[in-house]
């Protein structure tokens, strides 16, 4: 676990590393997304579904920018 940390505050770029990235960006797209699906769609469809759909929605813009950038990353 050390190693790890230590892997991800220095910048280094390992398999366990772009797993840890790669799940931490989903979380915060999944986040993102719905605060704003409730702001853009809250009074129109209810803040529930709105969050829910935009919780939905979020990460399929996010993922696949944040895994090429760390594939990128990766070989340079």
């Known amino acids: 676990m ?3 940390l230590r892997a991800i505050a220095e910048g280094q770029l390992n398999t366990a590393s772009i797993l840890v990235w790669t799940v931490v960006s989903i979380l915060l797209s999944v986040a993102a997304g719905a605060v704003s ?3 853009l769609a809250g009074k129109d469809l209810g ?3 709105a969050a829910a759909m935009g ?3 979020g990460p399929v813009a ?3 920018g944040v895994l090429a950038a760390l594939i990128v ?3 340079f």
Do not use: I
């Open 2 to 4: 050390k190693n790890l």
């Open 37 to 39: 699906g409730m702001v």
């Open 47 to 49: 803040n529930q579904l």
């Open 55 to 57: 919780a939905m929605f």
């Open 62 to 64: 996010a993922a696949p």
């Open 73 to 75: 990353l990766a070989f």
